[in-house]
């Protein structure tokens, strides 16, 4: 990273002795993610709002709070804090989900770290929408497939209260974060968290609704990650040189899994062209997101069943 884009330490020390008001902090904040050319993708790609967030959150204060308190005037120790942000966000390029403990799915707040992905998954709006146009009714028993944070399973919990959720994920520091939040949102008796490498170790478990979103990233696109991404767990990311490692051992026990008529639903990102073209013949249901995303397709459980011989035979 060039020194240019870096914002100098004495840029900052002007703003703590300059600035005075949430205002003049969150223009402040705009402007040092522009010049330093920060890369915005964790779950928005507006600096303001970016800015907004950062500023806000840190002084404990709700995003919606009202406009007037924007020219309040903030303690120096309140605008150290904010800047001491800033220099993290922008000279170390680290996420601001990882900066705040915090980040948002589905509306519900969610604690994240360095152990677990940043949530942003387009498959919120299927969740929030109850998979209205896939599922006939309400599932009984759901299945949340690398799971990481929880963030997934529990926003099924929340729209699907009767529903039985296993949350698996190979990673014992990911089930550590996802404890913290089903025990925040009060999920215990919803949502049961175990260690598993994919199904491995749910034999004979059979689920109305499958939902992952597991490591897709294929090696040219693990090469060329923004700085920001590189900061995640590369487990929770990498999938091979084509992005399909995981997803293909998905897709060939996914049978074995549903009930009759079940539904799976899998992201896949950049890798959907790469998925498409392996498996020509199979008709992947490639949803289309009204709030933007793509890269998450839908199979019934009959097609899984149906194709579970081609799907073997690519492992």
Known sequence: MEDSLLIAKSTLLDAVNELSTIRDFIRFTVTCLRAADVHIGHGSEDPFA???????????????????????????????????????????????GYLLNLAYFCGHPFYVDERVLIPRSPIAELIENGFEDYLSQEPQ??????????????ALAHVFPEAIIDAADISLDALSVAAVNVEHHNMANNVNLLESDLFRKLPN?????????????????????PQEYQQEPELALAAGADGLDIVRQILAQAAD????????????????????????????????????GSGVFALTAEQCRAFQALFSEAL
């Not at 028993?141 to 529990?154: E, F, H, K, Y």
């Open 141 to 154: 028993r759901i299945l949340d497939l690398c799971t990481g944070s929880g963030c997934i399973a529990i």
């Open 50 to 96: 970016e800015a907004t967030a950062l500023v806000m959150q840190t002084l404990s204060l709700q995003w919606s709070a009202d406009a007037e308190i924007l020219d309040a005037k903030l303690l120096r120790s309140e605008r150290q804090a904010i800047v001491d942000l800033i220099e993290k966000r922008v000279n170390q390029r680290t996420p601001l």
């Open 257 to 292: 899994h549903l009930t009759e008529d079940g539904l799976l639903v899998v992201e896949v990102g950049n890798s959907e062209w790469a998925l498409a073209q392996e498996f020509s013949d199979v008709p992947f249901t490639w949803i289309e997101f009204k709030r933007g």
């Open 205 to 225: 478990q059979r689920y109305d609704l499958i939902v992952s979103n597991p490591p897709y990233v294929d090696a040219e696109d693990m090469a060329d990650l």
